[in-house]
C-alpha cells in the first residue's frame, strides 16, 4: 500500500502539487473570513453558573448597552486645568463621556488625575484610532499616559514573524545539507498553515488566542516531518542514481516516522476537546488539524518541490553542523545506573516542587495607569426578581467594603426609596437640571398614599398657610398669579382673631386696610368714619371687626357707601365675611373656604384652594420624613403634575420637556436593570482579579446568596471565572493528565510492542512538566492555568516524538551491537533530526513569549518553550542511561545482540 502511494505521490507530482497549491491558495482566500471571537467567556463549560448566567443575561437583556473604555492619566494638574483637561476630552470626535470626579481619590493620587473615556465604537476602528491620535495631539506638552481595556488577544505583528522566520532559517541554514533545503521545508508548512487556517471556516469561529499562536505552533511542532523526509531521501539518493525510485523508497520509509510521530502529537492535542473549558478544544482542534496537515503537505508538497529542485540541492550541497555525541554515550552507559536513580530524584522532587507553585487563572498586561489607578473590577448579579429584597439588602452589605465603589442595582437606584431632599438633589444633577423643591416631591408622595382626602381648615389657619408658604416657598407661591401673590402677604394680616377685635386709632387700622380696602377708603375716609363713628357715642378707637360692621351696618353710612362702585361694597362685604370666619374659628372644607374667600378676590379658584388644603394636609402629617423611589417620583411627576390641572401653575414647556426627557431615560436605565423575570446588580470594586481577598469576597456572597435568596442567583465577571476555574482546576488537570498519559501510552505501546518503553518515555516526559511547571513557578510567581494544561498536551504529545526517535534507534541498533554501540548509533541516527526540530519549537516560541505582548499567548508560548527544552535535556542525556540501565525490559531477547557491554 505505502509503495503504492508513494509511486502515484511521486509518478503525478505536478497534479497532486498543483492540487495542493490550489487548496493553499482556497486557505488563504478562506482565512480572510474566518470569525476570530475575543470574548473567552463564550468558552466556559455548558454547566458553568457564570455561562448559565450570561445566557440568561443575554435572554432577559437583548439591548444591554455597553461601552468601550480608555483609561487616561495626567500628571502635574491644577483645579482649573482638570476641568480644561476633562472639557477637551469630552470635545474629541467619537467619545460618549468621560468620568472624571476632581474631588474622589478614585480620580486624584498625589500628582496624578485619571479620566475613563467611553466609546461606542470597537477598539480597532478607525474612531478609536482618531481619538488616541486627538489625545496625542491636543495635550502633547503634558505628561500622559492611556491604556485601551480591550480584552482580545492582538495580531501578532509581523517584525514578530520576521524574527521567527530569521530564527527558523538560522536553524535550517546551521542543520540542513543544503542551502536550498530552508526554503523547501518553509514552503510546505507555509502551505499548510494556510491551509489550515482557511479551514477554520469548518469550526464557525476560533477564539483569539488561538488564531495569535496557531501558525507559530504549527510550525513548530511539524517541522521535524520535512527533516525526517529529507533525510531519508539524501541516505536513499545515496544508494540510488535515479531520484524518482529513491524517493519512493525514502517516502515509504519515512511515512511510519512522520505518521507515528503526527500521532503522538494529534493525540496529544485532542486530548485538550477534553477540558471543560472550551478554549482547550479550541486550542486542540486547530493544532491537531493544522500538524495532520502538515504531514500531509510534507507528504505531497515537499517530494514534488525536493525533485524538481534536486539539481540545485547537489549544487547547493553543504556541511550540515554534526554534534559529535560519543561521550555522551559513554558517560550515559558508564553512569547508567546512577542516571536512573536521578531520573526517580529528578521525578519525586520536581513533583513536590511543583505543588508549591500557584495556579494563576487571570493574567494582567503591563498597565502603566492601572499601577496608580487600580482597573475596575466588575461582578455582576443576575437573579430573579422575587429576590430583589435580598438583593437589596446584600448590596448594603457590599456598600460598607471599603474595596467596593458602588453598587447599581434597580434597589440602589432606581427603586431605592429616598427623601425628598434626595429627590430633588437627583432632579437637579441630571442631564438640563429638573428643578423641583422638596416640598412639592413631598406633596406628591403624600398625595399617592393618602389621596386628594385634604381635610379641613378654619380660616384663620387658611390665611396664616397663605401667607407664610407665600413668603418662603418659592415652588408654593408658583400655584398663585402675580396679583394673588402680591395679596397672599396682606391677607395674612386677617389670620390671628385677636388682631380683628384689637382697638386701633384711625391711623393704625387704615395702616391694616392698606392695600386691601376698597379704592378711595385712605387715612383720610378712615378718619371720617372714626368721626361719625364717634359722633354717634362710638370711642375714638375700632377694631377692624368695628370698623367694618359699623360701615356696612349703619344707616348713616349709606350715603358714603352709596358713592362707592359696586365692587368696593363688595370688598367690605368680602373682609366681614373673612373676619366673621376667623373670629368664629370654625373648621371649613376647601368648597367652603372657597366662597367665604371668594368675596375679596378671584384669583383663587376652586382647582388651586384644593391644592392648597391638600399642601397643608401633607406638611401637618407628613412626619416622620415620607420616602419614594426615583421611580415612584417619576411615576407621580409624569402622571399626576403633567396631567392634574391642579399642577398647571408649576409646569412651564421647559420644565414639561425635561421631566418626558428624564422619564425616557428612566425607562432606558431601568430596561439595563430589570427585565419581566430576571434583574441584573453591578459591583464594582477595586479588588485584583485574582487574589485570595477576591476569592474571600466571592465567597462571602455565595454565602450568602445560597442561605437568603429565595431563586437562583448567577454571578458574572472575570473574577468570578477564575473563582469557578479555581474550584474545578484540580480535578480537571488530574483528569486532563491521565487521559493524555494514557493516549500516549496507548499509542507509544503498540509501536513497539512493549510496555517499558511507554512507561520510561511518559514518565521522562511528564518529569519535564514537573520541571516547567516549577522553573516558571520561579520566574514567574506562579504558573498560568491554561498554559500548564496545554502544556501538558504539547509536551506529551509532540516532545515524546524525539524519545521515541531515539528509543526506536537504540532498539534498531540493539539487535546487531552492543548497548554502548547503540547508544552512540542512536545518537547519531537522532541528533540532527531532535536538535533541528527541538531548536526550532524552543527558539521560536521564546521569540514570540518575548516580543509578543498579549499576556496569555505569552504565557502559553514560554511555557512551552521552557517544557520543550527541559524534555529535550532529558531525552539527550538522562534516557540513554535509563534506557542502558532497563537493556533488558526495552529490548526483547531475541532481538538483543549478545554483547552487553
Known sequence: MLKKTSSFIVNHR???????????????????????????????????????????????????????????????????????????????????????????????????????????????????????????????????????????????????????????????????????????????????????????????????????????????????????????????????????????????????????????????????????????????????????????????????????????????????????????????????????????????????????????????????????????????????????????????????????????????????????????????????????????????????????????????????????????????????????????????????????????TAEELAGVLAGIAPEGMDESAVKTVFMLHGAQGGGDTMSLSEFVDFILSDPLMSGFLGSAPPEQTQILSGIKALMDAVIGNQPYSGEEMLKIIGGLTDRLDKTSIEMLYLYKECMDHSQPPQTASPEELFRLLTGNVLTDPRFSALIDADLRAKLSEGQAALASGKAQLVSDRYARMIVTTTYPEESDETTAFLADIDKYLSDNSGGEVYLIGNSVMAYEMQKSFDRELLSITLLTALAIFLIVALTFRSLAVPVILVLMVQCGVYITVTVTGIMSGSMYYLALLIVECILMGATIDYGILYTNYYREHRKTAGVLESLKRAYAGSMHTILTSGCVLVLITAAVGRLFEDATVTAIVRTISIGSFSVILLILFVLPGVLAACDRLVTKKNDRSGDAS
Not at 301 to 326: E, F, G, N, S, Y
Not at 405 to 428: D, F, H, N, W
Request: with cysteine.
Open 14 to 504: 505536478i497534479a497532486v502539487l498543483v492540487l495542493m497549491l490550489v487548496l493553499t491558495v482556497a486557505g488563504a482566500v478562506g482565512s480572510r473570513f474566518v470569525t476570530i471571537n475575543e470574548d473567552l467567556t463564550k468558552y466556559l463549560p455548558d454547566d458553568s453558573r457564570m455561562k448559565i448566567g450570561m445566557d440568561l443575561m443575554d435572554e432577559a437583556f437583548p439591548d444591554l448597552e455597553t461601552s468601550n473604555t480608555i483609561r487616561v492619566m495626567v500628571d502635574d494638574l491644577t483645579g482649573p486645568e482638570k476641568a480644561e483637561v476633562l472639557e477637551k476630552m469630552a470635545s474629541i470626535p467619537g467619545v460618549e463621556s468621560v468620568d472624571h470626579d476632581p474631588l474622589s481619590e478614585e480620580y486624584n493620587r498625589d500628582n496624578h488625575t485619571l479620566y475613563v473615556i467611553h466609546m461606542s465604537c470597537g477598539y480597532d476602528s478607525p474612531e478609536a484610532q482618531t481619538i488616541a491620535a486627538e489625545l496625542e495631539a491636543r495635550f502633547s506638552g503634558r505628561s500622559i499616559v492611556w491604556q485601551d481595556d480591550d480584552p482580545s488577544a492582538p495580531i501578532i505583528p509581523l517584525r514578530v514573524y520576521a524574527v521567527v522566520a530569521v530564527l527558523l532559517l538560522a536553524v535550517l541554514f546551521t542543520m540542513c545539507g543544503s542551502w536550498v533545503e530552508p526554503f523547501l521545508f518553509l514552503a510546505s508548512i507555509g502551505c499548510a498553515v494556510l491551509i489550515n487556517t482557511g479551514t477554520n471556516l469548518l469550526l464557525g469561529s476560533v477564539s483569539s488566542v488561538t488564531n495569535s499562536m496557531a501558525a507559530i505552533l504549527q510550525m513548530g511542532l511539524s517541522m521535524d516531518y520535512s527533516v525526517i523526509l529529507m533525510n531519508r531521501y539524501r541516505q536513499e539518493r545515496q544508494a540510488e542514481p535515479d531520484k524518482f525510485r529513491a524517493m519512493k523508497k525514502a517516502w515509504s520509509n519515512a511515512f511510519s516516522s512522520v505518521a507515528s510521530s503526527s500521532l503522538t502529537t494529534v493525540a496529544g492535542l485532542l486530548m485538550l476537546v477534553f477540558m471543560s473549558f472550551k478554549i482547550g478544544a479550541d486550542v486542540g482542534l486547530v493544532l491537531a488539524k493544522g500538524v495532520f496537515i502538515s504531514m500531509v503537505c510534507v507528504l505531497t508538497i515537499l517530494p514534488a518541490l525536493i525533485l524538481l529542485c534536486d539539481r540545485l540541492l547537489t549544487k547547493t550541497a553543504k556541511k550540515a553542523l554534526h554534534v559529535p555525541m560519543d561521550w555522551a554515550a559513554r558517560f550515559s552507559h558508564k553512569m547508567r545506573y546512577g542516571l536512573s536513580v536521578l531520573f526517580l530524584v529528578l521525578f519525586v522532587g520536581f513533583y513536590f516542587l511543583q505543588t508549591q507553585t500557584g495556579i494563576a487563572y487571570t493574567l494582567v498586561k503591563d498597565d502603566a495607569v492601572a499601577d496608580v489607578f487600580p482597573k475596575r473590577n466588575t461582578v455582576v448579579l443576575v437573579y430573579e426578581n422575587q429576590d430583589e429584597p435580598c438583593l437589596t439588602e446584600l448590596s448594603s452589605r457590599l456598600e460598607q467594603d471599603k474595596n467596593v465603589s458602588s453598587v447599581m442595582g434597580y434597589g440602589t437606584t432606581l427603586g431605592k426609596p429616598c427623601t425628598a431632599e434626595e429627590l430633588a438633589a437627583m432632579l437637579g444633577e441630571m442631564g438640563g437640571g429638573v428643578e423641583v423643591s422638596p416640598d412639592l416631591i413631598n406633596l406628591l408622595i403624600y398625595q399617592s398614599h393618602a389621596g386628594n382626602a385634604a381635610g379641613t381648615m378654619t380660616a384663620g389657619e387658611f390665611l396664616s398657610f397663605l401667607s407664610e408658604r407665600m413668603e418662603h416657598d418659592e415652588s408654593f407661591s408658583a400655584f398663585l398669579d402675580d396679583e394673588m401673590r402680591s395679596q397672599a402677604g396682606l391677607l395674612g394680616r386677617f389670620a390671628n382673631p385677636e388682631a380683628l377685635q384689637k382697638q386701633l
